[in-house]
């Protein structure tokens, strides 16, 4: 008998004052759940990604951290 574990999202970091803001992982999310701050900026002058999924539709893909150029998300999971 298989047992079929399912994976639960604990946390999307995206460390803000390391992201440029470019946008990458806002177009890869599938489920749209990233944003790009507007009038906000970090400690580089950039704006910045934010990460919101107030209705737990994250299927933690992990898309969003591996397109990311400077590795600026990390996503923390349990199985």
Known sequence: MKVKSEIKLIEVIIKKDTCKGCGLCVEVCPKGLITIT???????????????????????????????PDVAIEIRKSV
């Open 38 to 68: 507007s009038g906000d900026i970090n400690k580089k002058g950039y704006p910045y990604a934010v990460f919101g999924d107030p209705e737990g539709k994250c299927t933690c893909c992990a898309q969003c951290a591996i397109i990311c």
